[in-house]
């Protein structure tokens, strides 16, 4: 998995592999993928300039005590940011994050999460 951090002030922040993600998602029963949720949460609110946005281990937390509703709302947000990080006035993001969640396709999302990741730092 190919980790780059860039120079400003973004240190924390980290450009990952997708298709590594995913992979190791699958091989480690999802072990990874909860990883992987909160480190795309806190790196989405930087970016983002939401820093005082709901941690990730809060959202894992909440997730687990909602029985999985708040991580469809979780990634409803996410969307949302993701608009605001690619400078996307159309809001679009958010409702195909949501129908994604929704039917099960979260993967789907982390995916196109960490794509604008990569593509901002």
């Known amino acids: 998995m190919e980790t780059m951090t860039n120079g400003s002030n973004y240190q924390d922040i980290t450009s990952r592999s997708i298709p590594a993600a995913v992979i190791l998602s699958i091989v480690t029963c999802g072990i990874y993928g909860i990883y992987w949720m909160i480190k795309l949460n806190n790196e989405i609110n930087q970016l983002s300039g939401e820093s005082q946005a709901t941690s990730g281990g809060m959202v894992l937390l909440f997730t687990i005590i909602t029985c999985g509703i708040y991580g ?40 196109l999460m960490q794509d604008t990741i990569n593509k901002a730092i």
């Open 72 to 111: 469809i709302y979780w990634n409803f947000r996410m969307g949302e940011r993701c608009d605001k990080i690619k400078g996307d006035g159309s809001g679009s993001s958010k409702i195909i994050y949501l129908l994604l969640a929704l039917f099960g396709f979260s993967i789907i999302n982390y995916c």
